[in-house]
């Protein structure tokens, strides 16, 4: 017996015609092949899960389902299955087919100028047939080419009638153009196309075709209306019903041919650079090939002026302070009476930012409490419905962390009673809008206001003016005020100023922790003066006053300052800076000014060795004069031009700086102190001699006695001084009076001889023995003054000699 074995079933599988996709309304076939040599089989067909019976739909002839009509609703997974009496029984599709149904190509018609044309017009209408991305596809798979991609062939159809080439129409496949339309080319029209490959149909649906006989007119507007203004731009609108469709716009100026130029778009853009942009325009749309145009629009004036510039100013100053209020303008020249809005810009100094802040109805712009934040370039602009002015020039507003006061003398602070001297306060970095006040000593000045521009005047100086004067701006409303100044020492020193302060050692730096003695010494008298200093703290009378000496064992920084010698009725005498240093190294320069044409000599001293160092460099107001040297420095004959501020530098350190302050010789000065001293000699001398003659001539004429009267003026003793009488011989009173050497500070120097007889009432009593005594005194009297601006006391300066006479008895002779 011969025995078959079969490895398995045989397999099936299903074949479509056409292929996918398929297309609404057509027919397909799929077919059922088995894989066997094998016949008598028996077919079921299935889509997705159920089994498929002949129907209206569907016919199921043994190997083969036919679709016909194919709609959306017959995609699905498509399979089949074979079955028999005899072995092999059974066989089943190995895969599904996936049955894919499109719509068929949608056509439309497009039109070119619009659906609403004018008589005369060019109108191109155009059939456009959808190309799906499945048949590029399915023409690169099956490399069939030709049937999926077969021409199409196009017909045309106003409403029901097929349109041909003629004079009026010209058919170009897909393109039916219409040459001069008239009123009846109105109506609807659709196109078809159909083709040997598939899809092989595609219909459109209808466009409307509207034709007007009447040529239209575009409106021509500008905005701005009314006036253009130079620096900005006036934009044209040339308007058509926007029914109509789109067209291009012309535009004509000042005349119609030809035209200025073609925009796209319905508007025109104008920059009004001068009065000559200005005049008349006009405007026509076109569309088409060849172009239709409309009609000219009506003329429309663009009347053109000059724009004024916007001018921005700033209060108080461009320069300003943290704190100050600031208020910025933007003002606009402008002759019309339109109400102007206003739009500020601030770029910042940093350039890392532009912030903008716009503001309305208002020209000014107000900044409360500036910072630092509000530096920066301040412009402005004036606008007008949406015309702006030309842009301001920039403001550029510096905001500093605080404003200081300064003050300097002029010409020095160093000078003589009856001289003239200017205080001048400035602020740095700003000049506008400040007032000032002057503080003496820590006291508000009253008259003050005499330095509102900044500079204080005395003239003429007098001793009362000597002290520490310091100034302080301010300005706005609130009012913002500066930082006092730095202090200014003025020093005013009498013509005849006798008292000196005495510094040990005498130099005006000194160490830190070193000791210092002052003491002030009156040729005369030096009891009742006091030493006093200013720092930078207060006025104070020196810490341990001994007597009218003042000792300092250990200096610090805090005892830098003035200090000078002062009475007990508040004159100030011989004021000197001192400067205490915590450094290694001091400028050792004369404490007293240098007398002009003198030696001045400066050593750079150590604070270990307290000695000139070996090597030095030498500074004036911060240039080098000298280098190298041994430690000194000398200038052999002092000039005015040699005054200011000194220091040296070593490489152990640097000093501070001192001023060296130059005094003019003054000879004339001098020549007049030696006449007034010989003429007082002289007058002691002539009044000792007087004195002797009236004594002898007393003797003989005891009993006679003469009052003369006399012009005279109390002094601060309450005696009566004699003024400008002459030398009476055959007087009991003789006196010479020498006319002051300087009436202007009321220095009275005179001498005197005053012969005084006591009489007895009783002219019988025995008078007592004679006693003649003789005496001369030199004093001076100091008036105090009340008077801020008084040239100072009045030193007088006298002598005098009296006689006093005893007499015993009438009948007596001497």
């Known amino acids: 017996v011969f025995l078959s074995f079969f490895s398995g ?49 569907y016919t199921v002839n043994r190997d083969t389902l036919t679709i016909r009509g194919a709609t959306e609703s017959d995609q699905g997974q498509y399979w089949c299955k074979g079955q ?46 959808e190309t799906h991305p499945d048949w590029i596809r399915r023409t690169e798979q099956t490399h069939r080419p030709g049937y999926w991609s077969q021409p199409w062939r196009y017909e045309w159809y106003k409403d ?38 598939r899809p092989n149909s595609s219909t459109s649906s209808s466009l409307s075709l509207s034709v007007k006989d009447l040529k239209p007119k575009p409106e021509l507007t500008s905005d701005p209306a009314g006036a253009a203004l130079t620096g900005n731009t006036v934009t044209l609108t040339c308007r058509m019903d926007p029914s109509t469709g789109n067209w291009d716009s012309y535009w004509y100026k000042h005349t119609l041919n030809p035209e200025t130029e073609k925009k796209k778009t319905n508007s025109y853009t104008l920059k009004i650079d001068s009065v000559s942009d200005g005049g008349q325009y006009w405007c026509r749309a076109g569309r088409g090939k060849p172009v239709y145009y409309t009609q000219y629009s009506d003329a429309l004036w663009v009347n053109v002026t000059v724009f004024p510039k916007a001018v921005v100013t700033v209060r108080p100053d461009e320069r300003v302070f943290r704190g100050e209020t600031v208020t910025l303008r933007c003002d606009i020249k402008w002759g019309g009476d339109t109400e102007w809005t206003y739009r500020w810009e601030i770029e910042g100094t940093n350039n890392q930012y532009k912030n903008t802040v716009s503001r309305t109805s208002t020209q000014e712009l107000n900044i409360s409490g500036v910072d630092l934040s509000h530096s920066g370039k301040y412009t402005c602009t004036g606008q007008i419905h949406t015309q702006s002015s030309q842009r301001s020039d920039a403001v550029t507003l510096t905001v500093s962390a605080e404003a200081q006061a300064s003050v300097r ?23 506008k809008g400040w007032t000032f006040s002057w503080f003496r000593d820590h006291d508000h000045l009253s008259d003050s206001s005499r330095g509102a521009g900044g500079s204080y005047t005395l003239s003429p100086a007098a001793l009362q003016h000597t002290g520490v004067y310091t100034c ?17 020492t003025l020093w005013i020193t009498g013509v005849s100023a006798s008292v000196s302060l005495v510094i040990n050692p005498s130099r005006s730096q000194h160490f830190s922790s070193d000791s210092l003695s002052l003491s002030c010494e009156d040729k005369s008298n030096s009891a009742g003066w006091t030493v006093r200093r200013y720092t930078d703290k207060d006025t104070q009378t020196c810490a341990k006053q001994t007597g009218s000496g003042c000792v300092m064992d250990s200096l610090s920084t805090s005892d830098t300052g003035v200090y000078w010698c002062e009475s007990e009725s508040g004159e100030k005498r011989h004021p000197r800076n001192i400067t205490v240093h915590d450094g290694e190294v001091i400028l050792e320069s004369s404490v007293d000014p240098v007398i002009e044409g ?54 152990r350190g640097q000093s501070l700086h001192s001023w060296i302050s130059v005094r003019v010789r003054v000879s004339t000065a001098s020549s007049s102190l030696l006449v007034i001293g010989v003429s007082v000699g002289l007058s002691v ?23 003369i009267q006399q012009t005279s003026v109390p002094n601060p003793s309450g005696e009566s001084l004699a003024l400008n009488s002459p030398l009476q011989s055959d007087s009991d009173h003789i ?80």
């Open 9 to 57: 079933f045989p397999t099936s599988i299903v074949t479509v015609t056409p292929d996918n996709p398929v297309f609404t309304g057509e027919t397909v076939k799929l077919k059922c092949v088995i894989n066997s040599d094998h016949s008598n089989w028996r077919y079921e067909w299935y889509k997705d899960s159920v089994i498929l019976q002949t129907s209206e739909r």
């Open 685 to 707: 001398c002539l009044l000792f001699f007087i004195s002797l003659v009236l004594l002898w001539r007393h003797k003989h004429k005891k009993d006679q006695h003469c009052n």
């Open 84 to 129: 028999r009496d005899r072995r092999p029984n059974s066989s089943t599709s190995s895969s599904a087919v996936s049955l894919s149904v499109k719509d068929s190509p949608t056509s439309t018609v497009t039109v070119t100028p619009d659906s609403r044309v004018f008589t005369g017009e060019t109108v191109n209408l155009k059939c456009v047939i």
């Open 472 to 488: 302080r701006a301010e300005r706005g409303r609130p009012a913002y005020y500066t930082h006092n100044s730095s202090s200014q």
């Open 160 to 197: 029901s009638v097929i349109l041909q080439t003629s004079e009026h129409y010209t058919v170009n496949r897909d393109t039916l153009t219409i040459r001069g339309a008239t009123e009846s080319d109105q109506g609807q029209y659709w196109c078809k196309g159909q083709r040997d490959g």
């Open 735 to 814: 006196y010479n009076d020498v006319t002051p050497v300087n009436s202007g500070n009321k220095d009275v120097t005179y001498s005197e001889v005053t012969i005084k007889k006591n009489i007895s009432a009783d002219k019988d009593k025995i008078m007592a023995k004679s006693n003649n005594v003789m005496y001369s005194e030199v004093r001076t009297k100091v008036k105090k003054s009340k008077d801020i601006n008084t040239a100072g006391p009045s030193d007088l300066t006298y002598a005098q000699i009296n006689i006093q006479d005893t007499k015993k008895s009438k009948s007596k002779g001497p």
């Open 409 to 431: 003398v002029s010409p020095q602070p160093w000078l003589t009673e009856g001289e003239s001297v200017t205080l001048i306060c400035e602020v740095s970095g700003s000049s």
């Open 598 to 651: 003198e030696t001045l000599t400066l050593h750079c001293l150590h604070r270990s060795t307290n000695s000139p160092i070996l090597s030095a460099d030498f500074y004036k107001d911060g240039s080098l004069i000298q280098n190298q040297t041994t430690g000194e420095m000398n200038i052999t004959t002092v000039s005015k031009s040699h005054e200011g501020f000194y220091y040296c530098k070593t490489e």
